[in-house]
């Protein structure tokens, strides 16, 4: 038999073995164990938005630009990938045709000069890329590498530096033997050719052969590792993001229930699209990197949350297969919480979607923790603090355990007197929030705020006692029973009022209100045209001119940006317009827009115990303020925010330098 | 029938508990007014020399062993017959973890009335009434002591301690216990409060802090004021029941009671039960958000503001004073 | 075991307390219920006690505003009966004549253990526990922290004053006035509770004439004088700890 007999049969049953293997594998993790997954409604439909989505974020690898450096080094890898799968199916071809077709060529594929060129070139590219991306990894080896499978990353990082390397050697020896027709088209291979240049011809020949093994074999291996692990996103990438999430961030889905407990006990619980994402995971810790509560030393990395979620699906799944045995009983004895999660970590999120909007491959994070939630609140597992909370915000609907009778307390000095909107029809129906109702630090803003919009001629009025918490964050936490409750109890306020817009003081409120309200009131109830932040209100007001100040500022001020304002709602021009109506100069923070720092007080972290923190994220966005040299002043438009960094400034020494403000006072302030 | 006003000595470990003079004094007042005499009712066992400072006319001493440790069962049944054989005016208690579990069986087995949460105890026009404290803190009732014979749970802060502790040792009258046996209540072992810890009852500054202080972390801001102060922190029921601090730092009825240079009192409301053990306080601070907390009654200084906006500022102005 | 709970509400503090036009009560139109702390204590440790071995748990509410809720939540954490005593219970009532009305009931009911809040905010007549007990002729223990029940028997934890405790043996049956369950109360969610409305009963027992003998009759409800005696002192956080501090110094603290 001659050599190149041998080289097709090997070829053959090489292919046949690998592509049997990655088969059974990626059939197992995403056929059987997805479809233990529970239905995922709502994935389809909307097709542009889907097919768009594929092209800007996997074609243009958008979101991985956000990361400029080790981004542009993943652009050339897919891109290489792509072109250079081409010259895998022409290795594989030439191999299962060397018994025929001596220098097999791809047909049309095979004679392109400019894709031979582009091949080059990109094998170059991918070279350089996997050097960097190799120093990365085992060099500088930044923060949000911790916990991901380092080994796994470099072995595949070195394959595919050996496949690169394969092949121009392989195009190189071939140039030197005459047997490429697009020579000139591959002046890379060239070069590396000239390195072989001084050997004889039967030597180059071996040497060729040899890399064309090489170049196959690391190609096999790694198909047939690819199922095992981060690189399977080269799988599952483009269903995950073309079936990705389309609802706004700030809806929740409605909570699964399972045999009478809501949210989700056990991964099979969890949507079969829930699951991909799990698969989709790249472990390339964007998301851990920028999680204000990882970063204050919480014991949450989302990155590892999804880690964990993957290895116990992809475990039980085996372990179903392998009923029998003793360990498999043990992995499917174990339950997800907390032998897999802990508590700690779920409690740790402050559901800020800082993670999921860095994700590169739109991968969620906050959902499925919230599902996890809801099956500890079912439970009862919540700590004293957060319990205490949840029975106020039952008893009187605020979470300040406060008399609803009190709701209003802050607004009897106010003359003239504020509408009741539920006796008189107003223009604008102000929800208030329980922060800006009751916490004593924040009612003077308050009031400013009602005074605004007073002087702005606003007809608008307030629920009094017949507001209740808007729930945002209550089902956040995972209490959904409560949430529906507070819901109930709001619309119930909300239409007995006569109303055109909505305006809220709290982006946790307006959240809430403007994305989730009008789900769960099953269309009985009509969601007025707009649910406006004051922010938006306020713009709309400067910029149409019905607004007009009368003192022009002269100070500089940094913006922070609410979560739920900015990553959950885009709101982020609003207020920036607004401050710059005002005549202050605005600077902004190294993190502001879609990048801003979360002050770790949202999903209810601000009612649950704080934990053991290195620096909490409020004081490391102080601090962040304080190092811009120009300011003295941060903004912000969230109670919440007003409440944690004020509070921040004191225990960080920042008293002195930086003053908390609201949006509203800086307003307040150039009216007067 | 007598006007004679008796008071059930209450004791634990050999020791005459404060409240036992609070409620002597208190029935000084009632017999001076209504010619009755004042009544000291001893259980115990070896209790005769706790009879010694007690400002009463006379002591009336039961022995037996099983008095040596509190059984509502043996103490009930002591009472009953002690009662209704003497039927006097007014039956004093301390409203505690002891006359608590006493006083209410005897109401309901002699079917005479019971006032408790009382506060004070006077005679106005011939009739004896009474000042209930109720609703943490927040009310006050008022109304006749009924009779013929009223039993009453009373708390501190209506009279000082020192007015029922006499240096004229008082008549002292043996009489019989009734027959003790097959007790359904009695007590096995006593676990010791943790040792080692520090007498809260010893230091000269508190730093208290109630529920207002929210959460286990802010525990925190409160020690490094009491550390700037040179005091230690204690606190009230609801923040032993969480666990934020050791039992030997509870203040108030099963706690202990205070007597401090300084009680800085945070987020405190001054519910009776702990109003009752700092009443010795030289001087009370008490910063609360809630301007109608009872803890402002009592108080020598008030702020109306909250608690955690203060820990840290007053913290730094303290170290900053001391230099 | 056959564990009964009778739990009383009381006027929520959280909410003004107004004292109607004849000065001697609360203004029933104004007062907002809730349950009795304590009693909330009793709940859990009863059921506790049921999850550490069999057991039923019975909790008896008279028929008062919020007296659903209160039994619905119970039922939701894992009570297995709930029964309502209902009777003329809205001029208020004292403990002497609730004492009475949950004796007629409990007596048909045999438990083992009866638990209940050791006090209530609103005692003006002593705690319910002890007289029930009297009533049943049973033996009483309150301030209990810890219940472990041993054939024929329960060991208690009575808490003294000074933070001592006592472990003491009590005869069954008997009654226990809690004051603190072994676990704070747990959180049920809110789902539970409105599954619980729809799937428990809550039985009605008829209370009896109401015998209220053995109260005191409250001439005079009166609030303390707020702040009477303590000098406040005005401003934000800066302000007053300046004050503070020159007060310390004045005193010698600092």
Known sequence: ?672 | MSQDIYVIIEHLRGQVADISYVMLAAARALANANGGKVIAVLLGHAVQPLASDLAADRVLYMEHPAFADFSSDAHQRALERLIKEHAPRAVLFGDTTMGGDVAPWLSAHLTLSLVSSCRALRVEDNALKFVSQICGGKLMAEGDLPGPTALVLMVPGGFKPEQGRSTQPPELTHIDAPALEDLRVTVKEYIEPAVGDVDIAREPVLVSIGRGIQNHDNVELAEELAKALGGVVCGSRPVIDQNWLPTTRLVGKSGKAVKPKLYLALGISGAPEHVEAIGDCEMIVAINTDTTAPIFDIAKYGAQIDMLDLLPVLTEQVAQAKG | MNIVVPIKLVPDLVEELVIDANGARLDPTVLRLKLNEFDDHAIEQAILLKEKGAGQVTVVAPDVDGADDALYTAAAKGADRLIKLTGNWQSGVNNHALARAFANLVKTLRPEVILTGVQAHNDLDGAVGPQLAEHLGMPYVGYVSGVAVCDGKVEVRKEFPGGLIAEMEVVLPAVLGIQAAEKPPRYVPISKVRQTMKTAAIEKFPAAELEAGGAPTAIRLFQPPAGARAIMIEGDADAVATRLVEIFKERGVL
């Not at chain 1, 991985?64 to 081409?86: K, N, V």
């Not at chain 1, 000069?113 to 091949?119: S, Y």
């Not at chain 1, 003359?415 to 924040?442: C, H």
């Not at chain 1, 109670?639 to 003053?659: H, L, Q, S």
Request: proline letters at 5%; one cysteine or more.
């Open chain 1, 1 to 672: 038999m001659s050599y190149d007999m041998i080289k097709s049969v090997i070829v053959f049953l090489a292919l046949l073995i690998a592509g049997g293997v990655f088969g059974l594998r990626a059939y197992r993790l995403l056929w059987v164990n997805l479809r233990r997954g529970q239905p995922s409604p709502g994935i389809l439909g909307n097709w542009i938005e889907r097919v768009k989505g594929v092209l800007v974020y996997v074609a243009g690898q958008l979101r991985l630009f956000r990361f400029l450096a080790p981004g542009t080094a993943h652009f050339f890898m897919f891109w290489g990938f792509l072109f250079l799968a081409l010259t895998i199916l022409q290795a594989i071809a030439e191999g299962l045709f060397a018994f025929a077709i001596p220098d097999f060529r791809l047909p049309l594929i095979g004679y392109l000069g400019p894709l031979a060129l582009a091949q080059d070139s990109f094998a170059l590219f991918v070279i350089v890329a996997v050097s960097y991306a190799l120093y990365l990894r085992i060099f500088v080896n930044p923060e949000r590498y911790k916990g991901s499978h380092k080994s796994q990353g470099v072995m595949v990082l070195a394959f595919v530096f050996t496949i690169m390397l394969s092949l121009l050697v392989m195009n190189g020896i071939k140039i030197n033997l005459r047997q490429d027709a697009l020579a000139d088209w591959r002046p890379v291979s060239m070069i590396v050719g000239k390195l072989f240049a001084k050997l004889n011809q039967g030597t180059q020949q071996v040497v060729g052969e040899i890399a064309y093994w090489i170049h196959l074999g690391v190609v096999l291996v790694f198909l047939t590792e690819l199922p095992e692990g981060k690189h399977f996103h080269i799988v599952t990438s483009i269903p995950a993001v073309f079936l990705r999430d389309l609802d706004p961030p700030g809806r929740l889905p409605p909570a699964p229930e399972f045999s009478g407990k809501m949210g989700v006990s056990a991964v099979e619980q969890f949507r079969w699209r829930q699951m991909l994402d799990f698969y989709t995971c790249t472990e390339c810790g964007r998301c851990q990197e920028v999680c204000p509560a990882y970063a204050s030393g919480l014991p949450i990395s989302p990155k590892l949350l999804m880690m964990n979620l993957r290895e116990n699906l992809t475990a039980r799944g085996a372990a179903r297969r392998a009923r029998a045995s003793a360990a498999a009983q043990a992995v499917l004895a174990k339950s997800l919480i907390p032998d897999v999660i802990t508590e700690q970590v779920l409690w740790s999120c402050a559901t800020c979607y800082a993670c999921d909007q860095e994700c590169p491959l739109f991968v969620q994070r906050v959902k499925p923790i919230v599902d996890l939630r809801r099956y500890l609140v079912s439970e009862g597992r919540v700590d004293e603090t957060l319990q205490e909370t949840l029975a106020k915000l039952g008893r009187y609907g605020n979470s300040f355990g406060q008399s609803e009778r009190q709701r209003a307390k802050w607004a009897q000095t106010m003359q003239p007197k504020i509408k009741d909107a539920r006796r008189e029809p107003v223009e604008y129906l102000w929800f208030v929030g329980d922060y800006a109702s009751y916490s004593p630090s924040v009612t003077n803003i308050t009031r400013k705020t009602a005074e605004v919009f007073q002087r702005a001629g606003l007809n608008f009025g307030i629920l009094y006692e017949g507001e209740r918490n808007s729930g945002n964050d209550v089902r956040r936490v995972g209490e959904e029973g409560l949430y529906a409750a507070l819901v109930e109890k709001n619309v119930e306020a909300l239409n007995k009022s006569t109303f055109t817009t909505i305006v809220t003081t709290d982006p946790h409120s307006y959240n809430t209100l403007k994305n989730e309200y009008p789900e769960m009131t099953n269309a009985k109830w009509q969601m007025p045209n707009s649910v406006l932040h004051y922010a938006e209100l306020l713009d709309r007001l400067i910029t149409s001119g019905k607004m007009k100040f009368t003192k022009k500022l002269d100070y500089a001020v940094t913006y922070h940006d609410p979560c739920y304002l900015g990553r959950y709602n885009g709101v982020y021009d609003a207020p920036r317009r607004v401050i710059e109506a005002t005549g202050c100069t605005l600077v902004e923070m190294p993190r502001h827009g879609d990048r801003a720092l979360c002050c770790g007080a949202g999903g209810g972290r601000i009612w649950m115990e704080e934990g053991a923190v290195k620096e909490r994220a409020s004081e490391s966005r102080v601090r962040e303020a304080a190092a811009l040299d120009a300011i003295s002043v941060l903004v912000t438009a969230c109670p919440k925010d007003i409440t944690m960094f004020r509070d921040a400034v004191k225990t960080t020494g920042n008293a002195e330098r930086i003053f908390v403000k609201d949006l509203i006072e800086l307003v307040s302030e150039a009216l007067s």
